[in-house]
């Protein structure tokens, strides 16, 4: 059977959500999957990302990387979409990218796949949960097939998210990614490369 294609798309501001990214892309490609990892445009004004140190550090890094195509969400058998809270809603870039989607939503071409979602907030109830919902209002239009991680595994209840995989960055917005997420994001890819592999089997 051919490799399960995966695509990791996200964007990330400081960098919580590309290390989140980076992490799924190992867990995938441990599960054997040939996976695209492609960040979305930045969108937001220079002075906006000059403001913030984090925000330009990790602009500067990554700015060299692959952008996300349409291409990359047609090629897949299962979509990882990440984004970081943005009053409880997805973040403009990664909607932006999203709504450029139509003519292959109008094709058809973006029902029948895996999809999910993951996440980071500044504060534990800052809207993790309502960014993937708001998230998944999206597939459903494309027809595609949500595959939450929900309690499937018992480490999910030490991560505590069934809608997805999320982070907490802290009131300083730099507190580190720890094995509970690692385990649940290796979940998360591990679920979608095996769900994505028996649709498009």
Request: net charge negative; glycine share 10%.
């Amino acid at each position: 059977m051919a490799d399960v294609k995966l695509a990791i798309i996200y964007y990330s501001s400081t960098g919580t959500i590309h290390g989140m990214a980076e992490r799924l892309r190992e867990a995938g490609e441990k599960a054997g999957a040939e996976v695209r990892l492609r960040q979305v445009p930045e969108l937001a004004p220079e002075e906006a990302i000059a403001s913030n140190a984090a925000w330009s550090q990790h602009f500067d890094r990554t700015k060299n990387e692959p952008k996300a195509t349409a291409d990359d969400v047609v090629w897949a058998d299962g979509v990882l979409f990440g984004t970081p809270t943005r009053y409880g809603n997805v973040s403009s870039q990664l909607k932006q990218f999203i709504d450029t989607l139509g003519p292959q939503w109008g094709q058809g071409l973006l029902a029948n796949k895996a999809y999910a979602g993951f996440t980071a907030s500044m504060t534990e109830h800052g809207g993790q949960e309502s960014t993937l919902l708001a998230l998944y209002n999206t597939i459903y239009h494309f027809g595609g097939i949500v595959v939450a991680p929900g309690y499937t595994d018992p480490l999910k209840f030490a991560d505590g998210n069934p809608y997805g995989v999320s982070h907490v960055t802290g009131g300083s917005n730099d507190a580190p990614l720890t094995g509970v997420q690692f385990a649940a994001l290796d979940h998360l890819a591990t679920r979608m490369v095996t769900i994505a592999g028996k649709l498009s089997a």
